[in-house]
């Protein structure tokens, strides 16, 4: 069974600055999608960004890449020039191949950022 | 573009009562759809997906059960709810060649 780690319950960043959110997977399937959502308090799930797993680049979209380390089984978030609208809570998850590509979610990250 | 629905916002209901949560996308044609709970403080646990009309995955065994009467609506149900039935609830579609799910806004739900 397919298993997402993130160890990190609560970040702190200061405004302008990078921060690394962690996160880890298991799972024996080589055809497997990676993704970050994002949660603020208002409870609405966006996605950030998705990284397949024959990908073979890192993927970006504007100030999230997505740092992408397959032996590692590791698909941490950076987040650049962090901004105060991006405290949020923060999700890791993963799909594995098939048609419903159901989505198993990690524990979450708590991102504050610091004026 | 593609929108989601959910309804009632937000919901106080006593034990043993009745729910029914509702989900319906616009703008998209047979969607996967999901639904996931959230306890406070917690990550999102799958419940029930469908892949189509009718076509119903349970996750997780429990007193919920799911339906897809239309291709863009899915019901969430329960026949006597309990305490520990109190959540978030989040609906998700996404399409079939594509990987990203879009969810929701979402209804939180306390059991009384």
């Known amino acids: 069974a397919q298993k997402i780690t993130q160890t990190q319950p609560g970040m702190f960043v200061q405004e302008k600055e990078a921060v690394t959110l962690d996160c880890t997977y298991d799972?024996?399937?080589?055809?497997?999608?990676l993704f970050w959502y994002k949660q603020p308090s208002s409870g609405e799930m966006i996605f950030l960004i998705y990284?397949?797993?024959?990908?073979?680049q890192n993927a970006t979209e504007g100030r999230y890449s997505l740092n992408f380390q397959k032996a590692r089984k590791s698909a941490n978030l950076v987040i650049s020039a962090s901004q105060l609208g991006d405290s949020a809570m923060y999700f890791c998850?993963?799909?594995?191949?098939?048609?419903?590509?159901?989505?198993?979610f990690g524990s979450g990250t708590q991102l504050t950022v610091l004026p | 573009s593609q929108t989601i629905h959910q309804w009632p916002a937000t919901l106080v209901q006593p034990v043993g009562s009745p729910l029914s949560l509702e989900c319906t996308v616009e703008?998209?044609?047979?969607?996967?759809l999901y639904w996931y709970r959230q306890a406070a403080g917690r990550g999102l646990q799958l419940l029930f997906y469908?892949?189509?009309?009718?076509?119903i995955s349970s996750e997780v065994p429990q007193n919920l059960s799911a339906s897809r009467p239309q291709d863009r609506q899915f019901i969430l149900s329960s026949k006597k709810l309990l305490l520990s039935d109190s959540g978030f609830y989040l609906c998700?579609?996404?399409?079939?060649?594509?990987?990203?799910?879009?969810f929701g806004p979402g209804t939180r739900l306390t059991v009384l």
């Open positions: 998700a579609w996404s399409e079939g060649l594509y990987n990203e799910q879009f």
């Open positions: 799972t024996s399937d080589p055809s497997y999608g």
């Open positions: 990284q397949g797993s024959y990908d073979q």
């Open positions: 998850a993963m799909s594995l191949s098939g048609s419903a590509r159901q989505l198993t």
């Open positions: 703008g998209t044609s047979n969607p996967n």
């Open positions: 469908s892949v189509g009309i009718g076509q």
